[in-house]
Structures are given as C-alpha cells and as structure tokens.
C-alpha cells in the first residue's frame, strides 16, 4: 500500500529557510494529490499547501502564501515544501498526505495516506 515518508525537518532561525521533502512508494506516484499539513502541540491539524496529481494546481492556506512553495517531481516520486521567511509561528509537525484522486481539499478527511510526521523548529 502506499507509503509516505518526511525529510528535511529541523531548528531554523526566524527568517531563514528549509525544505521539506516526502516521498511516496507504493503504488504510481502520478496518481495521487498530495497536500501538506501541520500541528502544534496540543492543537488540531491545520492544511498548509496541496498540489494536484499534474502539478499543474497549487493551493496554500493563507498563513503561508508568499512564503510557502509545493512542488512535485514525479521522477523522483516525491513532493516538496520550500519554507522561506520562517516564522515561529510555522513551529509544529508537519505531515503530507495523498489520496487517490486529481485532487483533494482541505480537510484532513480528504486523504487517505499520511506520513509519519518531520518537526520544524523555528527560534528568535
């Protein structure tokens, strides 16, 4: 069944940038949205950015548009969040999800698949 897995989280200082990359396996990457999400401690998860199956539709919450950029390589089967002008605020784990469709919304019930989750720290 298909799998996801998160990389690149870390400590970053306001400002700076990281990226983060999930790479599905599985089943055929091609056929599958994918979005991104994130959760503080203690707080419900919250969507971030989605992208669909082409590439060619992007969406992100509002909190991070401008900063935020989703993108996949179908090659390499795998969706990236480039994360600039970090904020402590964008501080939680951040998890991607897939589900079978050209696209999905919003909601977490929307998608099926889930990763294990990468923290990103982001410290004054």
């Known amino acids: 069944q298909v799998r996801l897995v998160e990389s690149g989280g870390g400590l970053a200082q306001a400002g700076n940038s990281l990226t983060l990359s999930c790479e599905m396996s599985?089943?055929?990457?091609?056929?599958?949205?994918v979005a991104w999400f994130r959760q503080r401690t203690g707080q419900a998860r919250e969507f971030v950015a989605r992208?669909?199956?082409?590439?060619?539709?992007?969406n992100y919450a509002g909190s991070v548009k401008g900063r935020f950029t989703i993108s996949r390589d179908d090659d390499e089967n795998t969706v990236s969040l480039q994360m600039n002008g970090l904020k402590p605020e964008d501080t939680a784990v951040y998890y991607c999800?897939?589900?079978?469709?050209?696209?999905?919304?919003?909601?977490?019930?929307?998608?099926?698949?889930w990763g294990q989750g990468a923290q990103v720290s982001v410290f004054t």
């Open positions: 599985g089943r055929t990457f091609s056929d599958y949205c």
């Open positions: 992208i669909s199956s082409t590439g060619l539709t992007t």
């Open positions: 999800a897939a589900d079978y469709a050209t696209v999905r919304g919003e909601s977490i019930h929307e998608y099926t698949y």
